[in-house]
């Protein structure tokens, strides 16, 4: 053999050597940690009610003289994040809604009564008494709608829930109302803030 031929071949015995050598010294330094199955999920705020999809009154021929309307239905907090929910109308004002006194108070009745029944309702409080008309022009949205908390809670959370009982009449004396007519809506929303 040439010596050129040996110093070649013990240069690639030396480099064969050193990259077994290396991975080799490689391997036994290698580590690793893992932090797996994270997971993000968003609350959830939800409202619901009682009726069915009904309405709770569609009366007519009504006269000053006539007994007042009285109705009751339940709204049932299923939200997973604590809320505030409030009332306020859905439609405008209509021309016999002056005419019309509305009392609307919260309270509880038993679980068995349904809508709209008020049988075995308990008022813990009146969160409005003045006329329907009244009721439209400042309770718009949920900014401006009337709070209603269970009991003495601050807050609604899951599972919580308000009877409100509506009284509705046509006011004494009211002959100009004759041959009007209202629409009246209620929306209750719930926002976690």
């Given at each position: 053999m040439t010596r050129t031929r040996k110093i070649l071949g013990s240069i690639l015995l030396v480099g064969l050597v050193a990259s077994v050598a290396g991975g080799t010294t490689f391997a036994a330094f290698t580590s690793n940690t893992s932090n797996g199955g994270n997971s993000f999920s968003a609350g959830t705020v939800y409202v619901r009610d009682d009726d069915s999809a009904g309405v709770m009154w569609n009366v007519s021929n009504q006269t000053p003289a006539s007994a007042a309307v009285v109705r009751c239905i339940r709204v049932t907090y299923d939200g997973s994040l604590d809320a505030t929910v409030k009332l306020y109308a859905s439609n405008a004002s209509a021309t016999v809604d002056q005419y019309l006194n509305l009392t609307i108070e919260k309270g509880t009745m038993p679980g068995s009564t349904t809508f709209p029944s008020c049988t075995g309702f308990s008022s813990e409080s009146t969160i409005h008494s003045g006329t329907l008309d009244g009721f439209k022009a400042a309770r718009t949205n949920f900014t401006?709608?009337?709070?209603?908390?269970p009991g003495?809670?601050?807050?609604w959370v899951a599972a919580d829930s308000v009877v409100y009982r509506f009284t509705i009449s046509l006011q004494s004396g009211a002959?100009?109302?004759q041959g009007l007519t209202s629409t009246a809506g209620f929306t209750w929303e719930a926002q976690n803030q």
């Open positions: 401006n709608g009337i709070s209603a908390f003495a809670a601050t807050r002959y100009a109302a």
